[in-house]
């Protein structure tokens, strides 16, 4: 018998808190990375990043397995979805913004790019996910999530070598989407 989506949010809910409370300090080193790179003036702290991927993750996630890796996963693709949403409104029209490419130089597991950067990379993301998404998956774990290859292999039930094949293949993917000549936005 299928658990209901009560017994199954419960049940998020429960694996989240045991797991938050021993790795807040990694959910805050990661809040830090994606924010070390956003513009001096953006309005979200560390403490409320992590706060409410928190909620996202305990209100939305019923994928959520018990695991550090999982809880890790999943709070760095909540992160990474607030920060986009953020990026989005700072970058509309109305308040002056623009989108540019980012340089792949600097993807690097865990170091966010800036937030006119950050749309740019996250819409090519969403296209290798409809064409790969486990490669898009990986990403986000490596990139936004600052994981290691063994711990995306744990998240993910693959091998470290598989992981890593996934995550070249995916740079180099990424890297020709933001790369490529002809005009983003029109």
């Not at 990026?87 to 130089?105: F, S, T, Y």
């Not at 170091?111 to 090519?124: D, M, Q, V, W, Y």
């Not at 293949?169 to 933001?178: D, F, S, T």
């Amino acid at each position: 018998m299928q658990p209901s989506s009560a017994e199954s949010r419960s049940a998020t809910l429960a694996a989240l808190n045991e797991f938050v409370p021993r790795i807040y300090d990694e959910l805050r080193a990661v809040a830090r990375r994606f924010l070390a790179r956003e513009r001096a003036d953006h309005p979200l702290q560390t403490t409320v990043l992590v706060h409410e991927a928190y909620l996202r993750v305990a209100r939305a996630d019923a994928r959520f397995a018990a695991s550090r890796t999982q809880c890790l996963a999943s709070a760095s693709l909540a992160m990474r979805r607030i920060l986009v949403e953020e990026a989005r409104a700072a970058a509309a029209l109305k308040r002056g913004g623009d989108r540019r490419r980012v340089c792949m130089e600097t993807l690097a597991p865990g170091i966010g790019p800036a937030s006119t950067e950050f749309l740019a990379l996250h819409e090519a993301l969403e296209r290798l996910e409809t064409s790969d998404a486990r490669k898009a998956r990986v990403v986000e774990m490596r990139f936004f999530g600052g994981m290691s290859c063994e711990e995306v292999a744990e998240a993910m039930n693959l091998t470290p070598r598989t992981v890593e094949r996934d995550w070249q293949y995916a740079r180099a993917w990424l890297y020709r989407e933001l790369t490529r000549d002809g005009p983003e936005s029109e």
